[in-house]
C-alpha cells in the first residue's frame, strides 16, 4: 500500500465537500484551551543536511551517556548481543501480521514456541504465552486469571511490597468490575519480606489468590514455598510476580516452590531501557489455567503428511472466540517484543544467563560489604538480596543526597519516599547493579558516597 499525502486543493475540495473554512472545525466539539494548540513554535521546513545537523546538536544535548548509574526499581540496564540487534531489525520481523494462517508464518510461529519452551525452562512451569505487554498489565492479568479459576471467589490479595506502580495498574483493571475487590497484605519493615502472619490472617474464603513479587520492591527475594503453602492450605492460588527476569537462572523456579502462577517483565532478556517501552510482559503457569489464561499460546502439531508444524492454539482472543469469553487483547507487535527476548536467550544459552544472574548478585555483594564501614548510611535489608539494595542515608536528606551525587556524574537509585508515605523510607534509596557494573564503577559509587560523610 502505498501512502500519498493530500496536496492542498486535495484539502480545500475536502473543506468545501464538508461545508468548513478550516480544518480544525472539524475539531470543534473538544474544549477550545485543550484543543489545535499554536504551531507558530514549529521552525520552517530546512534541507535535509541541515536537518540531520540540527537533531545532531539536540542529542549533544543529553548528557545520559556521561552518566554513571545504578537506577533500577523495574527497569534494568543489561548487556545485549548486538547479534540481537541485528537479526531482529530484518524487514521479516519487523513487518508481520498475526499469524491467522500457520501455512504461510511457519517462522514467525517456531520463533514464538522456542519463546514458550525457554520460558518455561526459567519458570520450571508447564506452559507459557507469547506474550504479554509488559510486567505491570502482565501482573493485573495473573490477578484476573487466578479470579476467573477461582470461579464463585471474588477477592485477589496483593502484597504491599509489590512494585507500586504495578498495583496501579493493577487496581486500574479491576476499579471497574464491580464483582471483583483488592485486599492488602503488609511486610515486614525489618527484613522487607511479606508478613507471612498478616497473610495468613487475610486469606478468607472469598480469596482467589496472592500476587507477591520476588525479589520484591526492595530487592529481597521471599520465601515463595512458605507463601505457596500458607495459600494451598486455605484453597487459594499462588501468583509470583518477576520484575527482575534475570534473577530466573539464579534462583529456584517458581514451578519448583509450588508457585501457580508466575508473570513479570522480561525487559531484561534483550531489550533495551527505551525510555520506557515497549516492553515484555510474560505469564506462565500450571496446566490446570491453560484455557483461561490470556494471550497467544503456540503448539507443536504435525500436517497430513507427518511433518512438523506450528499453530495457534486455545485462542482466545475476541477475533477468534465469541467475544464475552475472550481473556485475551494481545496484539501483534508484542511478537516482536518474545523474538527478541528469545533471539538473547538462545545467544546467552544457560551457561551464559547463569554467568549474568551471578555477576549481578556478586556486584551487589561487594557493594554491602564495602558500604557497612561507613557510619552516615546502611544497607536496610541485608539478608536475601539479589541485584538490588535499599540504602538509608542518615545524615543529610535524601534528596541532598543523591544531587551531590548526580554532580558527580551518579545516579545513585530511586528514592523509595516516590513509592512509600512510611517514615521508614522517607531517607532510602533503592539501589540496583548488573553484570555492567565493573568493579571501579562500584568502586567509584563506594568512594563518592564516602565523601559525602
Not at 539501589?431 to 563518592?448: C, G, M, Q, R, V
Amino acid at each position: 500500500m502505498r501512502y500519498l499525502p493530500l496536496t492542498d486543493s486535495d484539502r480545500e475540495e475536502i473543506r468545501n465537500f464538508l461545508e468548513i473554512k478550516e480544518t480544525k472545525e472539524l475539531f470543534s466539539d473538544i474544549p477550545r484551551d485543550k484543543a489545535y494548540y499554536p504551531l507558530e513554535h514549529i521552525p520552517p521546513a530546512v534541507p535535509e543536511d541541515e536537518l540531520i545537523k540540527t537533531f545532531k546538536a539536540i542529542a549533544r544535548k543529553n548528557k545520559f551517556p556521561d552518566y554513571l548509574s545504578f537506577l533500577g526499581g523495574g527497569a534494568y540496564n543489561h548487556f545485549i548481543p548486538e547479534v540481537v540487534n541485528h537479526l531482529s531489525q530484518k524487514g521479516e520481523f519487523l513487518t508481520p501480521y498475526t499469524p491467522y494462517q500457520p501455512e504461510v508464518s511457519q517462522g514467525s510461529l517456531q520463533a514464538m514456541f522456542e519463546y514458550q519452551t525457554m520460558m518455561c525452562m526459567l519458570t520450571g512451569m508447564d506452559v507459557a504465552n507469547a506474550s504479554l505487554y509488559d510486567g505491570g498489565t502482565a501482573a493485573a492479568e495473573g490477578a484476573l486469571l487466578a479470579l476467573r479459576k477461582g470461579r464463585k471467589k471474588n477477592t485477589i490479595l496483593v502484597a504491599r511490597n509489590l512494585h507500586y506502580e504495578y498495583i496501579e495498574i493493577i487496581e486500574t483493571y479491576i476499579r471497574h468490575l464491580e464483582e471483583y475487590q483488592i485486599d492488602y497484605v503488609d511486610f515486614d519493615k525489618e527484613t522487607g519480606k511479606v508478613n507471612l502472619e498478616d497473610l495468613d490472617k487475610k486469606i478468607c474464603k472469598e480469596c482467589a489468590g496472592f500476587l507477591f513479587q520476588s525479589p520484591n520492591f526492595f530487592g529481597v527475594v521471599e520465601d515463595s514455598k512458605k507463601i505457596s503453602d500458607i495459600l494451598h492450605g486455605k484453597g487459594a492460588y499462588s501468583v509470583q510476580v518477576v520484575v527482575e527476569a534475570m534473577s530466573l537462572p539464579l534462583l529456584a523456579p517458581p514451578g519448583e516452590t509450588d508457585v501457580d502462577i508466575v508473570v513479570g517483565e522480561a525487559q531484561s532478556f534483550g531489550l533495551p531501557l527505551s525510555y520506557g517501552g515497549p516492553y515484555l510482559g510474560f505469564m506462565a503457569v500450571k496446566k490446570d489455567f491453560i484455557r483461561r489464561m490470556p494471550g497467544r499460546l503456540v503448539g507443536e502439531t504435525v500436517d497430513v503428511d507427518g511433518n512438523r508444524g506450528y499453530v495457534l492454539t486455545l485462542s482466545t482472543r475476541e477475533q477468534h472466540i465469541k467475544r464475552e469469553k475472550a481473556t485475551s487483547n494481545i496484539c501483534t507487535n508484542q511478537a516482536w517484543c518474545a523474538l527478541r527476548a528469545g533471539m538473547y536467550l538462545s545467544t546467552m544459552g544457560k551457561t551464559g544467563l547463569m554467568k549474568i544472574s551471578k555477576t549481578n548478585h556478586l556486584n551487589t555483594a561487594y557493594f554491602v560489604k564495602e558500604i557497612a564501614g561507613f557510619d552516615h548510611v546502611n544497607i536496610k535489608h541485608k539478608n536475601n538480596f539479589f541485584n538490588e539494595v535499599v540504602l538509608e542515608v542518615k545524615h543529610m536528606p535524601v534528596d541532598d543526597f543523591i544531587d551531590k551525587l548526580e554532580k558527580k556524574g551518579i545516579l545513585v537509585g530511586v528514592p523509595l519516599k516516590w513509592f512509600f508515605k512510611d517514615k521508614a523510607y522517607a531517607s532510602a534509596v533503592l539501589i540496583n547493579f548488573t553484570e555492567l557494573h565493573k568493579k571501579p564503577d562500584i568502586d567509584s559509587l563506594i568512594s563518592a558516597i564516602g565523601e559525602l560523610q
